[in-house]
């Protein structure tokens, strides 16, 4: 009975797919490129299978077997190589050495997965501009530690939102993390990371986690939703993850600023008091100081920053840019 629904469910995908194309991750074309393909759960894969699709048809690029290993089609040798990743038996990631503009179009990688069946993820290549977007200040910063990271939108309150992508965006690439249509309360994902959602018809806020989240997944997330209206909006999020050393590092380098910031502060005050003390002193018995010696203690007295500065910087407004408070991700960590 659960494999019938989980079959439906994955048809109801695929209608859904080829209602309207999306592709799992978009990359620019480039000489050497790699296209990633991981299996994020835990199972056996059987075999893997790279194609290129032209038109309706699907020419096979190169073959993996765990126990039989690599075939290379003729017309792509030399051109291709798996990039065997040590961490991980599910990684059939394929890398071009030498692309050309002959190599734009779509590439399917599909996966034999024991017990789970067949998993295709989908890849375009694009001859295109850098995909970075301009962040304004509207857009979030969250800097939090690896393990799972939680990334929460809240939508808007007026909208009936139907769908909700998830991605995130490098300049050479961008991957769907997790679609979301909540008409169906389906959730679809191909990305190599474990990615953890609920797509509940009526939900205010959505979110992502993902699991065990490392200083890789670093960078530029985008939440896009549409409305049953057909209105789509997209919010940017920049998600820094610290390797917990430079965290170390930091605590350290402001301990030792403080202790020299006190030092400093000790030696000034000893100075001023003794300056001050030789002041005294200088106008019962006054000693001729030569003319570099004074001009010398005149400029080490003086300080850096007019004393005025802070008084004109008071009196002038303050704006702060911070985004709206319902807009506003709530990490959770
Ligand atoms: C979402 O599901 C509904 C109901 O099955 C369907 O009509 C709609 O086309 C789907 N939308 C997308 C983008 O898959
Ligand atoms: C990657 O290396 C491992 C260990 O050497 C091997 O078992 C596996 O078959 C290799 N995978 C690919 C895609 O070459
Ligand atoms: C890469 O392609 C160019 C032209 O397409 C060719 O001249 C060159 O020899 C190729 N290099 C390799 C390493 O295959
Ligand atoms: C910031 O967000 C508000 C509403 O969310 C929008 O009206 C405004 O245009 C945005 N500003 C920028 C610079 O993106
Ligand atoms: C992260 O989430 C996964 C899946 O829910 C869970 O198994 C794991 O214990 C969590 N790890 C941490 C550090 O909370
Ligand atoms: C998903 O969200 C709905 C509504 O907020 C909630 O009732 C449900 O328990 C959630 N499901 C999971 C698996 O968290
Ligand atoms: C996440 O990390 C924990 C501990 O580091 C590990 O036990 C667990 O298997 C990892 N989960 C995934 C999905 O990688
Ligand atoms: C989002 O809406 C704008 C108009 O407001 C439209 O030009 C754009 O194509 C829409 N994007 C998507 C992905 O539907």
């Not at 695929?14 to 050497?32: G, N, Q, V």
């Not at 001859?127 to 939090?144: C, G, L, P, V």
């Not at 802070?310 to 704006?319: H, K, L, M």
């Given at each position: 009975?659960?494999?019938?629904?989980?079959?439906?469910?994955?048809?109801?995908?695929?209608?859904?797919?080829?209602?309207?194309?999306?592709?799992?991750?978009?990359?620019?074309?480039?000489?050497?490129?790699?296209?990633?393909?991981?299996?994020?759960?835990?199972?056996?894969?059987?075999?893997?299978?790279?194609?290129?699709?032209?038109?309706?048809?699907?020419?096979?690029?190169?073959?993996?077997?765990?126990?039989?290993?690599?075939?290379?089609?003729?017309?792509?040798?030399?051109?291709?190589?798996?990039?065997?990743?040590?961490?991980?038996?599910?990684?059939?990631?394929?890398?071009?050495?030498?692309?050309?503009?002959?190599?734009?179009?779509?590439?399917?990688?599909?996966?034999?997965?024991?017990?789970?069946?067949?998993?295709?993820?989908?890849?375009?290549?694009?001859?295109?501009?850098?995909?970075?977007?301009?962040e304004s200040s509207n857009h979030s910063?969250?800097?939090?530690?690896?393990?799972?990271?939680?990334?929460?939108?809240?939508?808007?309150?007026?909208?009936?939102?139907?769908?909700?992508?998830?991605?995130?965006?490098?300049?050479?690439?961008?991957?769907?993390?997790?679609?979301?249509?909540?008409?169906?309360?389906?959730?679809?994902?191909?990305?190599?990371?474990?990615?953890?959602?609920?797509?509940?018809?009526?939900?205010?806020?959505?979110?992502?986690?993902?699991?065990?989240?490392?200083?890789?997944?670093?960078?530029?997330?985008?939440?896009?939703?549409?409305?049953?209206?057909?209105?789509?909006?997209?919010?940017?999020?920049?998600?820094?993850?610290?390797?917990?050393?430079?965290?170390?590092?930091?605590?350290?380098?402001?301990?030792?600023?403080?202790?020299?910031?006190?030092?400093?502060?000790?030696?000034?005050?000893?100075?001023?008091?003794?300056?001050?003390?030789?002041?005294?002193?200088?106008?019962?018995?006054?000693?001729?100081?030569?003319?570099?010696?004074?001009?010398?203690?005149?400029?080490?007295?003086?300080?850096?920053?007019?004393?005025?500065?802070?008084?004109?910087?008071?009196?002038?407004?303050?704006?702060v840019n911070y985004p709206?408070?319902?807009?506003?991700?709530?990490?959770?960590?």
């Amino acid at each position: 009975m659960d494999y019938l629904a989980f079959l439906l469910a994955i048809l109801q995908v695929y209608k859904a797919l080829c209602e309207e194309t999306f592709w799992d991750t978009t990359i620019r074309l480039a000489e050497s490129m790699t296209l990633e393909c991981v299996y994020p759960f835990m199972a056996i894969l059987t075999q893997a299978e790279w194609f290129k699709i032209v038109g309706k048809q699907k020419q096979s690029m190169a073959i993996f077997h765990p126990t039989y290993g690599v075939i290379i089609r003729t017309s792509y040798k030399n051109k291709l190589h798996f990039v065997n990743s040590t961490t991980s038996l599910k990684d059939v990631t394929l890398s071009f050495n030498n692309a050309s503009k002959a190599d734009v179009g779509l590439y399917s990688c599909l996966l034999h997965i024991f017990p789970h069946g067949s998993w295709e993820k989908m890849i375009e290549v694009v001859q295109s501009d850098s995909f970075e977007i301009a962040e304004s200040s509207n857009h979030s910063h969250m800097t939090s530690s690896p393990g799972n990271i939680t990334l929460t939108y809240d939508l808007p309150v007026n909208w009936a939102v139907q769908q909700i992508k998830w991605e995130k965006i490098q300049p050479h690439q961008v991957d769907l993390l997790v679609h979301c249509n909540l008409s169906e309360g389906i959730s679809y994902s191909r990305y190599g990371k474990q990615i953890l959602t609920n797509c509940t018809q009526g939900i205010r806020s959505n979110f992502i986690i993902i699991i065990n989240a490392t200083a890789s997944d670093s960078g530029l997330y985008r939440c896009h939703f549409t409305a049953s209206t057909g209105e789509n909006e997209s919010f940017l999020m920049r998600l820094t993850i610290t390797d917990g050393k430079t965290d170390n590092q930091y605590i350290v380098f402001v301990a030792v600023g403080t202790v020299l910031f006190l030092f400093v502060i000790l030696i000034v005050t000893i100075t001023v008091i003794s300056y001050n003390r030789r002041r005294r002193r200088q106008k019962n018995f006054p000693v001729k100081i030569p003319w570099d010696t004074q001009s010398k203690a005149v400029n080490n007295y003086r300080s850096p920053i007019s004393p005025h500065q802070p008084v004109d910087n008071a009196n002038e407004d303050i704006y702060v840019n911070y985004p709206t408070f319902g807009r506003r991700p709530k990490p959770k960590v």
